[in-house]
Each structure stands twice: as C-alpha cells, then as structure tokens.
C-alpha cells in the first residue's frame, strides 16, 4: 500500500496544478441577470472618453464620459433623454493570477465604444452613475437568466 501513495500524491498535485489555470469561474448567469433586471438604468451609449486615474501601474479608478444613444429604463423621477452626456465612475479591479476564481471584472471601456449599461446613482458623487452588474454591466444582456429550480 505505501508504495503507491507516495507516487500518487505527485500526480494528483500534478494534476491539480495542471487544472488551476482552466479552473476560472466567475458568478454564474442568473447572478448577473438578476443584477441587471434589478439596475435602475439600462442605456445604450456611446463612450466619448475614458481617464484613467492610475495607483502604480494599473489604474485603480475610470471616469468615463458618455453620450446616451437610447433610454431603455430608468427610474420614473430620472430625465435622460437620447443625446444626454453622463458621467460614470468605477474602480477597476486589480490584475488577478492566472487560475484566479471570482466575479467577472469590470472592462476598461475605450473611446468609440456603444453598448448597453446597466447602471445605478454612485451615492457618493451626484450626477454621476456607477456600474450596477459588476462585470456584465456592460455587453450583452442576460435579464433572460434565472436561478434554477
């Protein structure tokens, strides 16, 4: 029987080690599809411009300038109409190791972009929106996801 554990806890942290690179996981759909039904906003926009306010070598926040294409949803006493300027301010995540598992992290939008936003007031800063489904706050929707069961 010794003789074969020593050589099977080799390769089961072989094969452990071979696994963690493919072993990414964020939060699965219907987390973020709830997050999106539950945003205030959904707008299409059209990004003007990205400043980047960096600590170290990556930036830590973005404030991102944003013309609304479209108002899908916002809240009744909210009055953005077609052709409105926003602002939006979030934090980026830090670079995460290969293997990493968590939420999906929010992009650094670019210039020129359009795309749908799911977004909420930042409490801190009037006027100004923050993302409200973490990494899928921007991109395609999945309202549609539901918790299974």
Same mark, same amino acid.
């Given at each position: ?33 709830? $997050?999106?039904? /539950?945003?205030?906003?959904?707008? +299409?926009?059209?990004? &003007? ?34 052709? /409105? ?7 980026? =995540? ?8 968590? =939420?999906?992290?929010? =992009?650094?939008?670019?210039?020129? +972009?359009?795309? @749908?936003?799911?977004?909420? @007031? /930042?409490? *801190? ?5 923050? =993302?409200?489904?973490?990494?899928? *706050?921007?991109?395609?929707?999945? +309202?549609? $996801? &539901? $918790?299974?069961?």
């Amino acid at each position: 029987m010794n003789r074969f554990r020593l050589p099977l806890l080799p390769a089961l942290g072989a094969i452990a080690l071979g696994l963690s690179p493919a072993a990414r996981a964020e939060l699965p759909p219907w987390v973020y599809g709830q $997050e999106q039904r /539950d945003a205030p906003y959904l707008l +299409e926009l059209l990004v &003007r411009s990205v400043h980047a306010t960096s600590a170290g070598a990556e930036p830590a926040q973005l404030q991102v300038r944003a013309q609304v294409l479209e108002v899908k949803r916002q809240p009744a006493a909210a009055r953005l109409r077609a052709g /409105d300027g926003i602002i939006l301010r979030y934090a980026l =995540p830090p670079s995460r190791p290969a293997g990493w598992v968590g =939420p999906a992290p929010l =992009p650094l939008l670019q210039a020129g +972009e359009r795309l @749908p936003a799911w977004l909420a @007031p /930042d409490p *801190s800063l009037p006027g100004v929106l923050q =993302p409200a489904a973490g990494g899928r *706050s921007f991109g395609p929707s999945l +309202e549609s $996801e &539901r $918790e299974p069961g």
